[in-house]
């Protein structure tokens, strides 16, 4: 019962997760600023080079990307990036599919997490020893 209420609060957390996620990309996406950066590689991590509005060069980090893989260095992306934080940048392209995978993370550990203590609270009510 305990794993259950663990899992059920677990997806509690998570569904807060991608709600925060899902708000910061569509802030980005309605105020960032688009540009083409280029796949970089800088002290063996891969970076994005671009040139903000005002004339500022930025390697900001490469945002992780999920089942396709990674461009190869030197490779030119899409990328929107925030005006006043020009190294917190996101890949102009749809997360659809990204968001669907957390929500059914999400769904799954708050259903299972209430089927768990449901099926754990039962099994205890069988096991207390009589009254008399």
Not at 47 to 64: M, V
Request: contains cysteine; aromatic residues 6%; glycine residues 10%.
């Amino acid at each position: 019962m305990i794993g259950g209420i663990g899992c059920f609060v677990f997806g509690i957390v998570a569904s807060f997760l991608v709600v925060v996620l899902q708000r910061h990309d569509t802030a980005l996406r309605e105020d960032g600023v688009e540009v083409t950066a280029t796949v970089v590689e800088v002290s063996g991590e891969r970076r994005l080079l671009f040139t903000t509005a005002a004339g500022d060069e930025i390697r900001a980090e490469e945002p992780l990307k999920s089942g396709t893989g990674r461009p190869p260095v030197g490779t030119q992306v899409e990328i929107l990036y925030d005006r006043d934080d020009p190294t917190t940048v996101i890949n102009d392209e749809s997360q659809l599919a990204r968001d669907i995978t957390l929500w059914i993370v999400a769904i799954k550990l708050v259903v299972g997490g209430a089927v768990f203590v449901v099926v754990g609270a039962r099994r205890l009510r069988r096991t207390e020893p009589a009254t008399s």
